[in-house]
Structures are given as structure tokens and as C-alpha cells.
């Protein structure tokens, strides 16, 4: 059973600062972290593999070079190879043009299913795992939270999905895409500390634009078919912080408030 | 003239309503027509084209016997054919979890390009700017579409209220053609969930802390009030008065409601750690210098369970009001 | 002597109940805060003590030093147990905690002499409770207050946060009671001042438990004036500004009773609320009302000379509710404790430094600059950054705080994480002239560097250890480094 895992290395929100001259969040210098439903993702996969002789993993990420150590850390697990898709020109590229990329690197390849996650950090979009199951004609299902390893094999696959009342139990044919959510609580296996400086380097393959053979104008921000014109900060830290008392005048300004969100159905 | 077609709402139906309001700030007022798009309900619990009816022209349905209502492949089929029949300039797409799936599916047919989970819209300089929270609500993105298809979003439910009585003529059209592709995914079982209380999933939560640990429990009535739940910070559980499964805070739970009102919370970074992308913080504090009250919107100073009665006392004011308002219009 | 006979003969010591033998607590008595995620995490990989003791006098200790003397027993002496550094880590296959929970009196409090003495295992909580009722203080507020213990405070030369003013413990110290292994007891008696030879209370103040186990404590109380507290708080470019702040109210002679600098890292986690990713200069001035204003005047007129590195000065209100909230309970020891059973991650590690004003800035920025450069985990660090919390007239401390994801097994964490950070801070450290133990105590995890801490005069320290403890029993591994001991290192 082959199992490629897409994963995306994203900045961790977190730890974003604000910058309070210029009114922006400083992009810069922030800290990389796996998409935390990707790790779920790959964690499973590994589960996965753990109950049968014959399966490998691939890990594959779209992003700049500098996602090579969040890779290699990925491939001191129990992983087989790992391919980074990077290429300055890809560089801007939005959903639309995200998976059109990921979908001609993953004809080349044969898979019985992808693994990724639900929700990224960064964009939270999730459009790119629906996105590839359309290109690549398969089905795709977002939330998951829980996988059958049981009844799990290169013909089939069955697995739950949580909605706000229910929990719905499916089956999907294979190959096809399951997404990952955080929820599902399918946690990374530790680096063994033999590991931690093991070189992995030769599991790695980039993989560009030479081999993808792209135009310049289909992908990138060119090639996008959404662009963002700005953006700009509803921060945490710069609330309007208007401060009332507790009486009527008060209580009326907080009731106006809720009424004014939307927090108050009838 | 435009024409925008939107997709139903697979939760409540009768939200289907709201996202007018999307069209309405793209377009202005009455000059677009309006579709919906509605399946049979997904667990075949009757006709769902009724609520729509009267706000919307055109009400295209489609059965059970031509596609299945969960069967995102043979839905975003049908779409597309539609799309070819009627040239829609917008398709608008609740962002419900099976909405979010056959949003970007259908987009990725028509080659166009499309915004997830938008918040909000404006126009600016003629052109329509769709703004929608990326990086988990620390910033917003204004984004146009620049595609030649129709212009493709997923709107977050709950945000966009339509305000219009409805009373317009509604034309009702069964499509009949069976799509040629068709998904794989078969539904197992169902499984109602027991009312499982993780403070995660609310919307809503009514926090307590240290200025509230006589009455805590009063704090349930808010809630009840609000629809939301009861959480605590680490004063209240280390006292014994609430669970642990429902702290707040970095060696508890992290939560991300739209609304948070923190009841006498001083709000120690090891409590704000655990509140991320809250859409509304109201504070509730004596000390209107608590750090918490910095991240607050509202700020209230005084007491907090003396608040608690007033402000429910005031819901549910409304609440009756709004009632008395129902029960006189039947 | 095996293991079994030990206990019936420490049972026949002193009583059945004075001996515990359960196992959670053995456990828990294997280490300290050091490893404290593999301890929530169950990983722990050093043996568990055979017993903790508590002895009801000093003579009862007296009688388990001579017992573990005799028969070679390791003895870690123990009194509030918020050690960080592994003083309290067991490293021997037999080993007895002795615990100060019954020394527990009040002996006596003499507000006329301002002085106060305890015994080791009262909480310096209580005695500065009674103090108050007498209008009086300790001066000594650590943030494990509310847990620490005298006897742990002055065997391990403990700092509080007021200590610009009060000083560490070791100006508190009056006199004391201290047990040796051979069972002799010695008393140092209390007076103002006196020229009778070295200074032998500095043999016991800051011993961590190699030399001799303290039973009893006389220390200090001062005038307490809550009334007259003020407080002052700024943001400031970057360290080195805060830094040339705090100096200039030093060496102009004055002491307020907080003074610290935050690197922005560090200010972001107390000061979310309004340090605005800038470092953060504060200020507490306290005790009788002239000296208060004379000291606020000097703050202000520092903060005026170096104007050009402040950015703004903040409500004096924020700084007088951080202080409000600043210490620890063992509620937040337990806490901390639950949330790293669930979670990979906990709420950070330490290092503290000291050197003279000049040397200070340039650790700092060379610990930081190493760190980003060669750690190889840098990108698990959530947090790095730290403060200078301690000031004297010749220089200042620096508070290394750092943070991270945890990404290996919790058993791995130390030597993965935090270990190479500390050698890292250490080094610089060491390298520059400066401490590199300015108030936790070296422990068990900072002994591979006793010898370069004290060059030549370690020959003095190694001559006390053979004089007072030749059998090694007391606290194997802690300040001395000890090549058995180098398997629990990394």
C-alpha cells in the first residue's frame, strides 16, 4: 500500500507579534510549525503502516526551501521518502493553482490514498484537499476524526467523521483523499534521540518548475485566480476596550453589543 | 441584470436566507436574481424548499432519485451544469462542513476562483473585495476574484443577517437530469452524539474566575440564556467548584468561541493562552486595570454576579418581547 | 547493608510513623522540579530513595547522619522541596530523605532584637505571617513563598524578590543549628556583628545539603511599611537601555526593593497587557516614607538621564497588580504538574547568571546570538529571552528564560532541550567572568561546571567536603561533580 501524506509547514500563529507603529503583524522571523491537522494526518498514516508489512509513506509539501528541516524531522519517523515542491515562481499561488501543481507532481506517482489534514493554520481555507480530489477525480472528505484501521486496505476505506449533533460513520472506495482533523487526537511518535541528528538528507527529493514544466503565467500569483488586494488587523491586542459600569446604561451597552454580533437569536 | 445563485444551507435551510445579504452587498439591492439551489434534506425529514419560498425567484430542486443530497461529486456535477444553463455571475455556498467540500470542487470545475469562510464585503473602487479572517483571526485579508467565472465564496454561517420581509414571487423548477459521475462515500451509521460538554465546540462560553467563586454556579442561568456554556479558569478548579474539563488556559483547554465573557477573571497570561481568535471578549472585573480587560471590547466594572442577573434579566426580557412580537403577526 | 535492614534499623531509630515508605511519594522524592515534565510523565530514570524520614529533633538527626555515615547511606536533606537544579535528585541505589516536616516551631520572635528564629521545616509563609502581626517582615520573598521552607532557603543560599533592598539570605542569616555526619551538632550563636575568625555561617548558607543538614535558623526581620509602597514601570529600546537605568540608581546609592529589565520575549509573557513588544523597565520602592521619596526621585532623575531609551512610561497601577500577583503556590506547582501529563509542553526552564554591570549586557546578547545560531532545536523555542531582577552596586544578575514544543520522548527532554540551552548559557557565562549560579544552587545538573565556576578556590570547597563529609554520604552529586553520577548527565 503506498500512502503519500500532504502536508504543509505554517507559521504558528501564535507566536505572532504586532508591530504598533505600523498597525501589522510582523511577519517576519516567526517560527515554522507542521499544521497541527497535518501531524494528525501523517500520525495516522503511520498507524497506518504500523499494522502492515508492505506500506511506505511519502510526505509531501508545497513551500520555500526552508521547510527542508521541518521535513527531515518528519523523515526520523517511521517515513519512507519525502518531496518538497518549491520553485520561486510557485510563489503566491492561491487554492486554484496550489493543487493544480500538486495534482501533476501526483500523477507521476501511484498511491492508494492521501492523507492530509482538514484545516490549516495559516489560511484555513481547505480548499486544496477538496480541490485535489477534483482534479484527480476522487472522493475526498474533510473533519475526519477517527479512522477503522481495522477494516482499512487498499480497497477501502472506513472512517467517522463529527458534525455539531452527530457522528456520521463512512465508507469511501479507494484511492481517495481522507482529511485529518486536529480533533481526531492521532499524535506524532516522538524522534527516537539516537534520531534527532540522524541524516536523512538523501530521503528528501525538491522537486520544481524543471520538472513540473509549468508556464510562468499559470502559476504564482500570476496564475492565481484570487488575489489579496490587502490586509490589515482585527488584533487581540487593539480591542476598543470601552469601559461601563454595571447599571442600566451599562448593561444596555452590553446587550446592544451582543444584539449588534448576532449573539442573540430570538 | 445579475444573477446569483446560492447554495443551501445543509444545517438549518432557512439560513439559505442570509447569504441575500452577500448578494446584497456585492450587487445592491434588488438588482440581481436570486436562486437557491436546495436538495431533499439529508435525513429525509421532508421538504426543505418551503422556508425559501418567497424570498428567492427561482428555487431549482433537486431529488433523492437524481442525486443523492451527500454525494458531493454528483452535486457539483449538477452545479456545473447549471452553471452552463443559466451563466451565474455569483454562486454563494454556506460554509457548512459538506458546503466547504463541494465549494471548492465546483469552483476548481468552473476554473474559477474562490474565498473561503468570507466574514464580509466591500466595495471599493468598484470593485467587490471580499474579506474573509486568515491566520486564525490575527488578520484580515481583503481578496478579489479575478477569474472570468462566476465569482465563488463558502460564508461563514451566522454572520450575514438578511433583513428583507421576502413576499417575492418564487418560481420552482425541478432539475431531473442524473449526473454521469457520482461519489463512492456511503454513509455507515449515524450516531446522535450524547451531549457531550466540551467547552471547545461552544460558541459561547461564560467564564468564571476568582471574582465569582461564591455563585459560580449562578453563572448557568447566563449561558442558558446566551445558548452557550460554563467555563472556569484555574481559581474555580483549583477550588474544587468546577471539573477540570472545563478550564481555560494553558494547562487547560484552549477555546475559541465568537463570544467570551470572562466573570472576574484577572487574566494571567496562563488564562489568555488558552483564549485564541475570540471573535468578542466582554470583561466583567472591579479592577478595570486587570490585565484581561486590555483584550476586552466591553469592559464592565463592578461586580460580576450582580452583571450576571441584570444582563440575563435583560436576554430574557427580549426574549418575551420578541415572542409577544411572534405570537400577534399569526 | 541491605536495603531491608536499613529501614527496620531506621524504623527502630526513631518510630514506624516517622518512616515513609510509599511508593507515589518515593517517586516523587526522586526528583525535582529539573525533571519535572519525566516525572509527570512517569519516565523518571533514577533510583527512588529507600525512605523519607522525618526526625522530631535535632538529635533524632543527630542519630540518622551517624547511622548513614556508618554504614555509607546516601542522605539528601530536604525542607520545602521547590528545588530547580536537581539538589534534591537521588543518584544512589540507597538513599534517605530526610525531611524537615516536623521541625516545624516557631521558636521565637524577638521584634525588640528584629530577629526571628525558626526551626529548618518552618514555611517562610508562616513566619512572615507572625511577623506581620508585630509590624514586621522578613525582607525574603522568593516567588516559592508560599511553599519554601527556611531550612531549604538557607542551605541553598536563596534570593527573594525584593533582595535589591533586604539582600539574599545569606544577609539575613543571624546564626544557626547545623548537624554534621559524624552526628556532631554545632550552634553559631547570634550577635550584630563580630571578628572571630572567617565567617563560618557561610559554611552552612548555600551547602545544599553536601556538608552539614541546618535544623535551625535565626534570621533577620525588618520594619514593614506596605503603606509606603511605589511603584514605577517603563518601556525601554532594549536590555542594555533598562540595564544602564537600573545601574544609575544603584551606584548612586540607592536600593529600591524591586528594580528589574525584561528582554521583550520575557515581558510578553507577564506584561501582555501593555508592554507592546518592547523590553520593560520597572521599579518598587519601599520602607520608610523618606527614603521612599528619595529613592522614587532617584528613579526618576535615572529614568530622565537616559531618557533617549525609554520609549514611554506606564501606569504605575500595572506594576503594583503584577506585584500583587506574583507568587507561586503549590496549587500552581500541582497544576503545572497536571497540564504536562497532557500536554508536550510545560511552562519553561530558567538559568541565572550573575556578573558586573559591564559584563551583563554582553552575556546577554552572546547567550542569544549562540543560541539562534547553534542550538539545533532552535525552531522547537517558543520563547527566549530574560531579565535582570537582581541588582547590586557592582552589578546585576540576568534571569534566562526559554521555552519550547517538546518533540522527543519526555525521558529525552533534558538533554534534548533544556541541558544544551543551560551549557550553552553557562559557557558564555564562564567565558565572560561572570556566575553561573547566581541564586538557584548548582544542584546535581550544573556540577560539571563547579570547577571552572571556582578556578582555584575550588580547592577550598573540596577541603571542606573531605574535612566535614570523608564518606561522601551527603547529597551524592550535588555541588561536587562525581564521575558516577555523569550517567544521569547527558
Same mark, same amino acid.
Given at each position: 500500500?503506498?500512502?503519500?501524506?500532504?502536508?504543509?509547514?505554517?507559521?504558528?500563529?501564535?507566536?505572532?507579534?504586532?508591530?504598533?507603529?505600523?498597525?501589522?503583524?510582523?511577519?517576519?522571523?516567526?517560527?515554522?510549525?507542521?499544521?497541527?491537522?497535518?501531524?494528525?494526518?501523517?500520525?495516522?498514516?503511520?498507524?497506518?503502516?504500523?499494522?502492515?508489512?508492505?506500506? %511506505?509513506?511519502?510526505?509531501?509539501?508545497?513551500?520555500?526551501?526552508?521547510?527542508?528541516?521541518?521535513?527531515?524531522?518528519?523523515?526520523?519517523?517511521?517515513?519512507?521518502?519525502?518531496?518538497?515542491?518549491?520553485?520561486?515562481?510557485?510563489?503566491?499561488?492561491?487554492?486554484?493553482?496550489? %493543487?493544480?501543481?500538486?495534482?501533476?507532481?501526483?500523477?507521476?506517482?501511484?498511491?492508494?490514498?492521501?492523507?492530509?489534514? %482538514?484545516?490549516?493554520?495559516?489560511?484555513?481555507?481547505?480548499?486544496?484537499?477538496?480541490?485535489?480530489?477534483?482534479?484527480?477525480?476522487?472522493?475526498?472528505?474533510?473533519?475526519?476524526?477517527?479512522?477503522?484501521?481495522?477494516?482499512?486496505?487498499?480497497?477501502?476505506?472506513?472512517?467517522?467523521?463529527?458534525?455539531?449533533?452527530?457522528?456520521?460513520?463512512?465508507?469511501?472506495?479507494?484511492?481517495?483523499?481522507? %482529511?485529518?482533523?486536529?480533533?481526531?487526537?492521532?499524535?506524532?511518535?516522538?524522534?527516537?534521540?539516537?534520531?534527532?541528528?540522524?541524516?536523512?538528507?538523501?530521503?528528501?527529493?525538491?522537486?520544481?518548475?524543471?520538472?513540473?514544466?509549468?508556464?510562468?503565467?499559470?502559476?504564482?500569483?500570476?496564475?492565481?485566480?484570487?488575489?489579496?488586494?490587502?490586509?490589515?488587523?482585527?488584533?487581540?491586542?487593539?480591542?476598543?476596550?470601552?469601559?461601563?459600569?454595571?447599571?442600566?446604561?451599562?448593561?444596555?451597552?452590553?446587550?446592544?453589543?451582543?444584539?449588534?454580533?448576532?449573539?442573540?437569536?430570538? | 441584470?445579475?444573477?446569483?445563485?446560492?447554495?443551501?444551507?445543509?444545517?438549518?435551510?432557512?439560513?439559505?436566507?442570509?447569504?441575500?445579504?452577500?448578494?446584497?452587498?456585492?450587487?445592491?439591492?434588488?438588482?440581481?436574481?436570486?436562486?437557491?439551489?436546495?436538495?431533499?434534506?439529508?435525513? =429525509?425529514?421532508?421538504?426543505?424548499?418551503?422556508?425559501?419560498?418567497?424570498?428567492?425567484?427561482?428555487?431549482?430542486?433537486?431529488?433523492?432519485?437524481?442525486?443523492?443530497?451527500?454525494?458531493? #461529486?454528483?452535486?457539483?456535477?449538477? !452545479?456545473?451544469?447549471?452553471?452552463?444553463?443559466?451563466?451565474?455571475?455569483?454562486?454563494?455556498?454556506?460554509?457548512?462542513?459538506?458546503? *466547504?467540500?463541494?465549494?471548492?470542487?465546483?469552483?476548481? *470545475? !468552473?476554473?474559477?476562483? #474562490?474565498?473561503?469562510?468570507?466574514?464580509?464585503?466591500?466595495?471599493?473602487?468598484?470593485?467587490?473585495?471580499?474579506?474573509?479572517?486568515?491566520?486564525?483571526?490575527?488578520?484580515?485579508?481583503?481578496?478579489? =476574484?479575478?477569474?472570468?467565472?462566476?465569482?465563488?465564496?463558502?460564508?461563514?454561517?451566522?454572520?450575514?443577517?438578511?433583513?428583507?420581509?421576502?413576499?417575492?414571487?418564487?418560481?420552482?423548477?425541478?432539475?431531473?437530469?442524473?449526473?454521469?459521475? *457520482?461519489?463512492?462515500?456511503?454513509?455507515?451509521?449515524?450516531?446522535?452524539?450524547?451531549?457531550?460538554?466540551?467547552?471547545?465546540?461552544?460558541?459561547?462560553? #461564560?467564564?468564571?474566575?476568582?471574582?465569582?467563586?461564591?455563585?459560580?454556579?449562578?453563572?448557568?442561568?447566563?449561558?442558558?440564556?446566551?445558548?452557550?456554556?460554563?467555563?472556569?479558569? +484555574?481559581?474555580?478548579?483549583?477550588?474544587?467548584?468546577?471539573?477540570?474539563?472545563?478550564?481555560?488556559?494553558?494547562?487547560?483547554?484552549?477555546?475559541?468561541?465568537?463570544?467570551?465573557?470572562?466573570?472576574?477573571?484577572?487574566?494571567?497570561?496562563?488564562?489568555?493562552?488558552?483564549?485564541?481568535?475570540?471573535?468578542?471578549?466582554?470583561?466583567?472585573?472591579?479592577?478595570?486595570?486587570?490585565?484581561?480587560?486590555? !483584550?476586552?471590547?466591553?469592559?464592565?466594572?463592578?461586580?460580576?454576579?450582580?452583571?450576571?442577573?441584570? !444582563?440575563?434579566? +435583560?436576554?430574557?426580557?427580549?426574549?418575551?418581547?420578541?415572542?409577544?412580537?411572534?405570537?400577534?403577526?399569526? | 547493608?541491605?536495603?531491608?535492614?536499613?529501614?527496620?534499623?531506621?524504623?527502630?531509630?526513631?518510630?514506624?510513623?516517622?518512616?515513609?515508605?510509599?511508593?507515589?511519594?518515593?517517586?516523587?522524592?526522586?526528583?525535582?522540579?529539573?525533571?519535572?515534565?519525566?516525572?509527570?510523565?512517569?519516565?523518571?530514570?533514577?533510583?527512588?530513595?529507600?525512605?523519607?524520614?522525618?526526625?522530631?529533633? /535535632?538529635?533524632?538527626?543527630?542519630?540518622?547522619?551517624?547511622?548513614?555515615?556508618?554504614?555509607?547511606?546516601?542522605?539528601?536533606?530536604?525542607?520545602? &522541596?521547590?528545588?530547580?537544579?536537581?539538589?534534591?535528585?537521588?543518584? &544512589?541505589?540507597?538513599?534517605?530523605?530526610?525531611?524537615?516536616?516536623?521541625?516545624?516551631?516557631?521558636?521565637?520572635?524577638?521584634?525588640?532584637?528584629?530577629?526571628?528564629?525558626?526551626?529548618?521545616?518552618?514555611?517562610?509563609?508562616?513566619?512572615?505571617?507572625?511577623?506581620?502581626? $508585630?509590624?514586621?517582615?522578613?525582607?525574603?520573598?522568593?516567588?516559592?513563598?508560599?511553599?519554601?521552607?527556611?531550612?531549604?532557603?538557607?542551605? /541553598?543560599?536563596?534570593?527573594?524578590?525584593?533582595?535589591?533592598?533586604?539582600?539574599?539570605?545569606?544577609?539575613?542569616?543571624?546564626?544557626?543549628?547545623?548537624?554534621?555526619?559524624?552526628?556532631?551538632?554545632?550552634?553559631?550563636?547570634?550577635?550584630?556583628?563580630?571578628?572571630?575568625?572567617?565567617?563560618?555561617?557561610?559554611?552552612?548558607?548555600?551547602?545544599?545539603? /553536601?556538608?552539614?543538614?541546618?535544623?535551625?535558623?535565626?534570621?533577620?526581620?525588618?520594619?514593614?511599611?506596605?503603606?509606603?509602597?511605589?511603584?514605577?514601570?517603563?518601556?525601554? @529600546?532594549?536590555?542594555?537601555?533598562?540595564?544602564?537605568?537600573?545601574?544609575?540608581?544603584?551606584?548612586?546609592?540607592?536600593?529600591?526593593?524591586?528594580?528589574? /529589565?525584561?528582554?521583550?520575549?520575557?515581558?510578553?509573557?507577564?506584561?501582555?497587557?501593555?508592554?507592546?513588544? &518592547?523590553?520593560?523597565?520597572?521599579?518598587?520602592?519601599?520602607?520608610?516614607?523618606?527614603?521612599?521619596?528619595?529613592?522614587?526621585?532617584?528613579? $526618576?532623575?535615572?529614568?530622565? &538621564?537616559?531618557?533617549?531609551?525609554?520609549? $514611554?512610561?506606564?501606569?504605575?497601577?500595572?506594576?503594583?497588580?503584577?506585584?500583587?500577583?506574583?507568587?507561586?503556590?503549590?496549587?500552581?506547582?500541582?497544576? $503545572?504538574?497536571?497540564?504536562?501529563?497532557?500536554?508536550?509542553?510545560?511552562?519553561?526552564?530558567?538559568?541565572?547568571?550573575?556578573?558586573?554591570?559591564?559584563?551583563?549586557?554582553?552575556?546577554?546578547?552572546?547567550?542569544?546570538?549562540?543560541?539562534?545560531?547553534?542550538?539545533?532545536?532552535?525552531?522547537?523555542?517558543?520563547?527566549?529571552?530574560?531579565?535582570?531582577?537582581?541588582?547590586?552596586?557592582?552589578?546585576?544578575?540576568?534571569?534566562?528564560?526559554?521555552?519550547?514544543?517538546?518533540?522527543?520522548?519526555?525521558?529525552?527532554?533534558?538533554?534534548?532541550?533544556?541541558?544544551?540551552?543551560? @551549557?550553552?548559557?553557562?559557557?558564555?557565562?564562564?567565558?565572560?567572568?561572570?556566575?553561573?549560579?547566581?541564586?538557584?544552587?548548582?544542584?546535581?545538573?550544573?556540577?560539571?561546571?563547579?570547577?571552572?565556576?571556582?578556578?582555584?578556590?575550588?580547592?577550598?570547597?573540596? @577541603?571542606?567536603?573531605?574535612?566535614?563529609?570523608?564518606?561522601?554520604?551527603?547529597?551524592?552529586?550535588?555541588?561536587?561533580?562525581?564521575?558516577?553520577?555523569?550517567?544521569?548527565?547527558?
Amino acid at each position: 500500500m503506498n500512502i503519500i501524506c500532504v502536508v504543509k509547514i505554517v507559521p504558528d500563529v501564535d507566536s505572532f507579534a504586532y508591530d504598533y507603529e505600523h498597525n501589522t503583524l510582523i511577519r517576519e522571523n516567526i517560527r515554522m510549525i507542521l499544521n497541527p491537522d497535518d501531524a494528525c494526518a501523517l500520525a495516522c498514516a503511520l498507524k497506518v503502516k504500523a499494522r502492515r508489512s508492505d506500506c %511506505s509513506i511519502e510526505v509531501l509539501s508545497m513551500g520555500p526551501e526552508s521547510v527542508r528541516p521541518h521535513m527531515e524531522d518528519l523523515l526520523r519517523l517511521d517515513t519512507d521518502r519525502g518531496t518538497i515542491i518549491s520553485d520561486p515562481v510557485y510563489r503566491g499561488s492561491d487554492t486554484y493553482v496550489t %493543487s493544480r501543481i500538486l495534482t501533476r507532481y501526483l500523477s507521476t506517482r501511484s498511491f492508494d490514498v492521501l492523507f492530509t489534514g %482538514s484545516h490549516a493554520l495559516d489560511g484555513d481555507t481547505s480548499h486544496v484537499p477538496a480541490q485535489l480530489g477534483e482534479e484527480l477525480g476522487l472522493d475526498q472528505m474533510s473533519g475526519i476524526t477517527s479512522v477503522d484501521l481495522e477494516h482499512f486496505d487498499t480497497r477501502r476505506a472506513v472512517f467517522d467523521v463529527e458534525y455539531e449533533s452527530s457522528v456520521v460513520t463512512w465508507e469511501m472506495a479507494l484511492p481517495g483523499i481522507l %482529511s485529518l482533523d486536529r480533533e481526531s487526537g492521532y499524535k506524532l511518535p516522538y524522534v527516537k534521540y539516537e534520531d534527532f541528528q540522524k541524516d536523512v538528507s538523501g530521503k528528501v527529493t525538491v522537486v520544481g518548475n524543471r520538472e513540473l514544466g509549468f508556464a510562468p503565467e499559470e502559476v504564482g500569483s500570476r496564475g492565481s485566480l484570487t488575489e489579496v488586494v490587502r490586509t490589515y488587523t482585527q488584533s487581540f491586542e487593539t480591542r476598543e476596550r470601552n469601559i461601563v459600569q454595571n447599571d442600566e446604561e451599562g448593561i444596555e451597552a452590553v446587550f446592544n453589543f451582543l444584539l449588534e454580533k448576532g449573539l442573540l437569536v430570538k | 441584470m445579475k444573477r446569483t445563485l446560492i447554495f443551501q444551507d445543509t444545517e438549518q435551510i432557512e439560513h439559505s436566507i442570509d447569504l441575500l445579504a452577500v448578494a446584497e452587498k456585492m450587487y445592491g439591492e434588488e438588482s440581481f436574481e436570486s436562486y437557491a439551489f436546495v436538495t431533499d434534506s439529508i435525513d =429525509s425529514s421532508g421538504n426543505s424548499v418551503g422556508p425559501l419560498s418567497g424570498f428567492f425567484q427561482k428555487i431549482i430542486h433537486v431529488g433523492r432519485q437524481v442525486v443523492e443530497p451527500n454525494d458531493q #461529486i454528483g452535486i457539483c456535477a449538477v !452545479l456545473a451544469q447549471l452553471q452552463k444553463e443559466y451563466q451565474f455571475d455569483s454562486i454563494l455556498v454556506p460554509a457548512t462542513p459538506f458546503g *466547504r467540500m463541494v465549494a471548492p470542487r465546483l469552483a476548481k *470545475r !468552473l476554473h474559477t476562483g #474562490i474565498v473561503a469562510d468570507i466574514t464580509d464585503i466591500r466595495r471599493q473602487n468598484g470593485s467587490v473585495e471580499i474579506i474573509r479572517p486568515a491566520y486564525s483571526g490575527r488578520l484580515m485579508a481583503a481578496i478579489v =476574484s479575478r477569474g472570468s467565472g462566476p465569482v465563488m465564496m463558502s460564508v461563514r454561517p451566522g454572520v450575514f443577517k438578511y433583513t428583507g420581509r421576502g413576499g417575492v414571487e418564487t418560481e420552482l423548477s425541478e432539475y431531473t437530469t442524473p449526473p454521469e459521475t *457520482r461519489s463512492s462515500l456511503k454513509t455507515l451509521e449515524v450516531k446522535k452524539k450524547q451531549i457531550f460538554y466540551d467547552i471547545r465546540e461552544s460558541k459561547v462560553l #461564560i467564564s468564571g474566575g476568582g471574582g465569582v467563586l461564591r455563585g459560580f454556579s449562578g453563572l448557568q442561568r447566563l449561558a442558558d440564556a446566551l445558548h452557550g456554556r460554563v467555563a472556569a479558569s +484555574r481559581k474555580i478548579v483549583d477550588k474544587g467548584i468546577a471539573p477540570r474539563s472545563i478550564q481555560v488556559g494553558q494547562s487547560g483547554r484552549t477555546v475559541s468561541p465568537r463570544l467570551y465573557i470572562a466573570l472576574g477573571i484577572n487574566g494571567a497570561i496562563q488564562h489568555v493562552e488558552g483564549m485564541k481568535n475570540i471573535e468578542s471578549i466582554i470583561s466583567v472585573n472591579t479592577n478595570r486595570n486587570a490585565p484581561i480587560c486590555s !483584550l476586552s471590547d466591553i469592559v464592565v466594572e463592578g461586580d460580576a454576579m450582580e452583571f450576571v442577573d441584570k !444582563l440575563t434579566d +435583560r436576554i430574557e426580557a427580549f426574549r418575551s418581547e420578541a415572542h409577544a412580537e411572534q405570537g400577534a403577526q399569526q | 547493608m541491605n536495603s531491608e535492614t536499613i529501614l527496620e534499623e531506621v524504623r527502630k531509630l526513631l518510630t514506624p510513623e516517622q518512616v515513609n515508605t510509599d511508593r507515589e511519594t518515593l517517586y516523587d522524592a526522586s526528583a525535582d522540579r529539573y525533571k519535572k515534565y519525566a516525572k509527570a510523565r512517569g519516565v523518571l530514570d533514577v533510583p527512588m530513595p529507600l525512605a523519607i524520614v522525618y526526625p522530631n529533633s /535535632t538529635e533524632e538527626v543527630s542519630r540518622l547522619l551517624q547511622f548513614c555515615n556508618e554504614n555509607r547511606i546516601n542522605v539528601i536533606p530536604r525542607a520545602g &522541596k521547590t528545588a530547580t537544579e536537581g539538589g534534591l535528585e537521588n543518584w &544512589k541505589e540507597q538513599t534517605l530523605v530526610i525531611d524537615a516536616l516536623n521541625l516545624n516551631k516557631i521558636i521565637k520572635i524577638d521584634p525588640y532584637n528584629m530577629q526571628a528564629t525558626v526551626q529548618a521545616g518552618v514555611a517562610l509563609q508562616e513566619l512572615e505571617e507572625e511577623l506581620r502581626k $508585630e509590624g514586621c517582615t522578613t525582607g525574603h520573598s522568593p516567588q516559592s513563598k508560599p511553599v519554601a521552607k527556611l531550612g531549604g532557603l538557607v542551605a /541553598t543560599r536563596s534570593i527573594g524578590q525584593l533582595s535589591t533592598l533586604y539582600g539574599g539570605i545569606e544577609d539575613m542569616v543571624v546564626g544557626l543549628e547545623c548537624v554534621f555526619p559524624d552526628g556532631h551538632i554545632s550552634r553559631i550563636k547570634n550577635v550584630s556583628r563580630r571578628a572571630g575568625g572567617p565567617d563560618i555561617r557561610h559554611i552552612a548558607i548555600g551547602n545544599e545539603g /553536601t556538608l552539614c543538614y541546618i535544623t535551625e535558623v535565626t534570621v533577620k526581620c525588618f520594619r514593614f511599611y506596605p503603606e509606603n509602597n511605589r511603584f514605577y514601570g517603563y518601556l525601554v @529600546k532594549d536590555v542594555e537601555s533598562g540595564i544602564k537605568v537600573l545601574r544609575e540608581v544603584m551606584v548612586n546609592g540607592f536600593r529600591p526593593s524591586v528594580a528589574r /529589565t525584561y528582554s521583550e520575549e520575557d515581558a510578553a509573557q507577564h506584561f501582555y497587557h501593555f508592554h507592546k513588544n &518592547k523590553c520593560v523597565l520597572l521599579f518598587m520602592a519601599e520602607g520608610p516614607e523618606g527614603i521612599v521619596d528619595a529613592t522614587c526621585r532617584a528613579i $526618576e532623575a535615572a529614568a530622565e &538621564k537616559f531618557k533617549d531609551g525609554i520609549i $514611554e512610561q506606564v501606569d504605575s497601577k500595572y506594576i503594583e497588580d503584577w506585584f500583587n500577583n506574583l507568587n507561586w503556590s503549590q496549587q500552581d506547582i500541582d497544576d $503545572e504538574y497536571e497540564g504536562m501529563k497532557e500536554h508536550d509542553s510545560h511552562a519553561g526552564f530558567t538559568t541565572e547568571i550573575s556578573a558586573d554591570w559591564e559584563t551583563i549586557p554582553k552575556i546577554y546578547n552572546s547567550v542569544i546570538n549562540r543560541v539562534r545560531e547553534e542550538y539545533p532545536r532552535a525552531h522547537d523555542l517558543t520563547m527566549l529571552g530574560g531579565h535582570s531582577s537582581h541588582s547590586y552596586i557592582n552589578g546585576t544578575n540576568m534571569y534566562f528564560v526559554y521555552n519550547y514544543d517538546i518533540h522527543c520522548a519526555p525521558e529525552d527532554e533534558m538533554r534534548v532541550y533544556h541541558h544544551p540551552l543551560q @551549557k550553552l548559557i553557562v559557557e558564555e557565562t564562564l567565558k565572560f567572568g561572570g556566575s553561573m549560579c547566581h541564586h538557584h544552587g548548582i544542584g546535581k545538573f550544573r556540577s560539571e561546571w563547579t570547577k571552572d565556576e571556582h578556578g582555584s578556590a575550588y580547592y577550598m570547597l573540596e @577541603k571542606l567536603k573531605e574535612a566535614f563529609d570523608p564518606n561522601g554520604i551527603m547529597n551524592f552529586g550535588t555541588i561536587f561533580p562525581q564521575e558516577e553520577g555523569r550517567k544521569y548527565l547527558t
